[in-house]
C-alpha cells in the first residue's frame, strides 16, 4: 500500500504506478515522486491556480487598455505600459503615417534620467569615491557662488535652493526650447546650462527645504565626471545599462536626434487651449543631459527600478538611504509624493507605497515606481507632453491615468 499523506486537510494515497521487480522487495519505503500518481486534490488545486492567474492577467490587461485608451481620448496621441509582465497599448506611434502604438517602443524618459544619474553617483560613493557630504565646491571650485553650502545629499534630494534652468527658473528655458530651432539645435555644455542661473539667488538656505531642480541634477553629472573620470554618459552606461544588460535603454550621444530602436515614433505637444496636438521637431538631448536626456522602454525600466529598489545595483544601506525621503513643500505636488535621492516615494490612493520617478520631455511623458512590498513595477509612457486639462499636475490626464492604472480603476469620467 502507498504511504499516506495529508493535502489540504484529506488523507491521501501516493500509489505506485507499476511495481517492478526492483522495487517490489522494498514496499517498506516511500515511493518516489515520478512513480506516484497526483492526487485529484493538487491538481485541483494547480489547475485553479493556473485559471486564476490567468484570470488575473487579464482583467489587468483589460483595465489597462481601457485607461490607455481614455488618455488617448483626453489628448494623448499614443499610450503604451508594462505593469509586471502585463502589456497593453492604445492610440498611434505616428499619426501621419497611421502606425499604431505597441507596448515596445523606445521612448525619451526624461526626468526619469535622474533616477539613473543618482544611482550612479551613489555607486561613486560607494567605493570611496564620493561622499554624500561633499559639496560642489570641492570637486567644483568656481562653479557655484555657494557652492560650499551645498552638498552632494542636497542635489540628489532636491533641498540645494537652486533654481531651476528648465521650467521654472527666472527665465526658463522649456517654453522656448520647442519653438526656437537655434535653442533646438544647440548642443549645450552642462557648464552652459548651470550658467543660466548660477548667479541668481539661492530659493532658500541649503538644506532647509525641498523645490525641484533640473540645476541640481545637471550638478551631479559634473560631480560624478570629477570624481569617476569618465564622461557621465560612460559612467552610466558601463555602471548601470551594461551590469543589468539594460539593452534597450541608452543615454544618447550629443549630435543623436533619433530614437534608434523605435525610429518611427513621434513625439507631440497638446495644447490645452485649443485641444489640438502637433509633431514636435527632432532634438538634441545636450540640454537635458544628466537631468533627462536617456531613453528606454517600458519592460527596461521596470528591470531596472526592481533590481534597483531590491538592493541589487547599490547593496542595502545605500538602497536605504536612497528611499529615505523627506515632504515637498512645493504647491501643486500630488498628494503623498515625498522626495528622496534621486527617487520620488508615493503613498497611493489604494494604501500601496511605491518609489521610481516621473519625466516630462517636450514630446514624451513617462511614469516608473515599483512597490517592494507587492513586488509589482508599473510603467507607462505617451508620446504626448504637455497635455494638461486640470488646474493642477496632480489631477492632470497622465497623472490619474497612471494612478488608475495602478488602484485598478477604469471608469473615471475624463
Not at 517602443?105 to 561613486?124: E, P
Not at 490612493?349 to 514624451?364: L, S, T, Y
Not at 512590498?373 to 492632470?396: G, K
Request: charged share 20%; glycine share 10%.
Amino acid at each position: 500500500m502507498g504511504a499516506t499523506r495529508t493535502c489540504g486537510g484529506t488523507d491521501v494515497v501516493a500509489r505506485p504506478v507499476a511495481a517492478s521487480a526492483a522495487n517490489s522487495a522494498s514496499t517498506d519505503q516511500l515511493p518516489r515522486p515520478e512513480d506516484c500518481e497526483v492526487p485529484m486534490c493538487v491538481r485541483r488545486a494547480l489547475c485553479c491556480r493556473r485559471r486564476d492567474w490567468w484570470w488575473r492577467g487579464e482583467a489587468r490587461r483589460r483595465n489597462m487598455r481601457q485607461v490607455l485608451a481614455r488618455v488617448v481620448r483626453e489628448g494623448a496621441v499614443g499610450a503604451w505600459a508594462w505593469d509586471s509582465g502585463t502589456t497593453a497599448a492604445a492610440g498611434m506611434a505616428d499619426r501621419g503615417a497611421a502606425v499604431p502604438a505597441t507596448p515596445g517602443l523606445q521612448g525619451r524618459i526624461g526626468s526619469v534620467t535622474k533616477t539613473f544619474t543618482a544611482a550612479t553617483a551613489l555607486l561613486l560613493v560607494r567605493d570611496g569615491l564620493l561622499s554624500l557630504d561633499d559639496t560642489v565646491a570641492r570637486w567644483l571650485p568656481g562653479l557655484l557662488p555657494r557652492g560650499g553650502e551645498i552638498t552632494l545629499r542636497m542635489l540628489l534630494e532636491h533641498s540645494s535652493g537652486l533654481p531651476d534652468y528648465w521650467e521654472s527658473g527666472p527665465d526658463p528655458l522649456a517654453p522656448r526650447f520647442i519653438t526656437d530651432p537655434a535653442l533646438r539645435e544647440r548642443r549645450w555644455t552642462p557648464r552652459q546650462l548651470v550658467g543660466l542661473v548660477a548667479d541668481h539667488p539661492l530659493l532658500f538656505t541649503p538644506g532647509t527645504d525641498v523645490a525641484y531642480s533640473n540645476t541640481g541634477f545637471t550638478v551631479v553629472g559634473l560631480l560624478v565626471e570629477a570624481a569617476g573620470g569618465r564622461t557621465l554618459r560612460e559612467q552610466v552606461t558601463g555602471r548601470i545599462l551594461r551590469p543589468l544588460r539594460l539593452t534597450q535603454t541608452a543615454f544618447p550621444a550629443p549630435a543623436q536626434r533619433d530614437l534608434p530602436l523605435s525610429p518611427w515614433l513621434r513625439g507631440y505637444r497638446y495644447d490645452d487651449r485649443t485641444g489640438a496636438s502637433a509633431e514636435v521637431p527632432r532634438y538634441t538631448t545636450t540640454a537635458l543631459w544628466g537631468a533627462g536626456a536617456m531613453l528606454s522602454t517600458a519592460r527596461d525600466l521596470a528591470r531596472f527600478y526592481e533590481a534597483l529598489l531590491r538592493g541589487r545595483v547599490l547593496g542595502a544601506e545605500l538602497t536605504t538611504a536612497m528611499t529615505r525621503t523627506r515632504p515637498i513643500s512645493s504647491p501643486g505636488w500630488i498628494p503623498g509624493m515625498r522626495m528622496g535621492l534621486g527617487l520620488w516615494e508615493w503613498v497611493l490612493p489604494n494604501g500601496d507605497r511605491a518609489w521610481g520617478h516621473q519625466g516630462e520631455v517636450p514630446g514624451f511623458t513617462t511614469w516608473a515606481f515599483h512597490s517592494p512590498r507587492d513586488r509589482r513595477t508599473l510603467v507607462m509612457q505617451t508620446n504626448v507632453q504637455p497635455y494638461r486639462q486640470a488646474s493642477s499636475w496632480a489631477e492632470a490626464a497622465p497623472t490619474r491615468a497612471y494612478r488608475d492604472l495602478w488602484c485598478g480603476l477604469s471608469d473615471r469620467s475624463s
